[in-house]
């Protein structure tokens, strides 16, 4: 008989591609496990997306913010007694300078100070007053650029350095241009002058900062004294408009956050080490808390 009778080929012709159990189940896995690996996996990258929370799109809240209105008016006593340089590193620059967060040198540690104090107080004040990596500008906030000069001057002190304390303005030379100024008056501009003085002199002189309460000052604060531990989640503070590391701290409460942030808490000091008032801390909390919502 043939081995290629009609039976033998009708068997070759009806044999598949499994011939052994080791093919059977390599066959069973791919056609199911695999899959069902896949679908898992497509499912979690879905669930892990990026989405708001629920009640987190307030189109009205947006739309106020865009057209808010730029800047902010501030009345500071001009008379108030110069800070020393102790009393403007614990109201300002404490914050960073106390733990060396953000990359900034430590109070007191000579070493990281060195090549700092080798460039010269003008550089060093420049910073300050400028604002260098994480650190924000200072000229323009709580404290005069004299003031941030002397912070400067107790710092570098504190490290080793001989830098002089820098000098008050003469109080002739600021009133001079005035003098000049007046002597160059018109004869007719006096009488306009005389009948101004009495409001002038009705106006009652500024005492304290105005207490903010709208987001331009939660923000112009935020970037002034917030932002060097915030701005890059050093410290343990939760960053800028991380919703996550934000959320169990909102669960608490725009209050709770507010009283933290006054008496300070963790590596924070009190008021971020800042001179602000209690409604300008109101002010910069609820800015973090609606960036993070």
């Known amino acids: 008989m043939s081995a290629n009778d009609h039976t033998t080929a009708h068997e070759e012709a009806h044999t598949g591609p499994i011939k052994t159990p080791k093919q059977l189940l390599a066959a069973v896995f791919f056609s199911f496990v695999v899959p069902v690996f896949a679908i898992i996996g497509l499912v979690y990258y879905v669930a892990s997306a990026d989405k708001p929370l629920a009640g987190a799109d307030d189109a009205e809240r947006a739309v106020a913010e865009r057209i808010q209105k730029v800047g902010m008016v501030e009345i500071r006593d001009a008379n108030r007694p110069l800070r020393t340089g102790e009393e403007v590193y614990k109201g300002q620059c404490i914050a960073c300078h106390g733990t060396g967060a953000a990359g900034s040198p430590k109070f007191g540690d000579a070493a990281a100070w060195a090549p700092r104090i080798s460039t010269g107080y003008d550089a060093l004040l420049h910073s300050a007053l400028k604002g260098k990596g994480a650190m924000a500008a200072q000229s323009g906030g709580d404290f005069q650029d004299i003031e941030i000069g002397r912070a400067v001057v107790y710092m570098t002190t504190a490290a080793g350095g001989k830098f002089a304390e820098p000098a008050v303005p003469a109080a002739g030379a600021a009133d001079a241009p005035a003098a000049d100024a007046a002597a160059a008056?018109?004869?007719?501009?006096?009488?306009?002058?005389?009948?101004?003085?009495?409001?002038?002199?009705?106006?009652?002189a500024a005492t304290a900062k105005v207490a903010a309460t709208d987001t331009g000052a939660g923000e112009a604060l935020y970037k002034q004294a917030c932002f060097a531990c915030h701005g890059a989640g050093v410290a343990g503070a939760p960053k800028f408009g991380d919703k996550a590391a934000w959320a169990p701290r909102i669960q608490t409460g725009v209050d709770a956050l507010t009283a933290s942030a006054i008496k300070g808490k963790g590596a924070m000091p009190p008021k971020g080490g800042s001179a602000a008032s209690d409604a300008d801390i109101h002010s910069a909390v609820v800015y973090m808390v609606s960036a993070a919502k």
């Open 185 to 204: 008056t018109p004869a007719a501009v006096p009488v306009a002058a005389t009948a101004a003085t009495p409001a002038a002199a009705t106006a009652p």
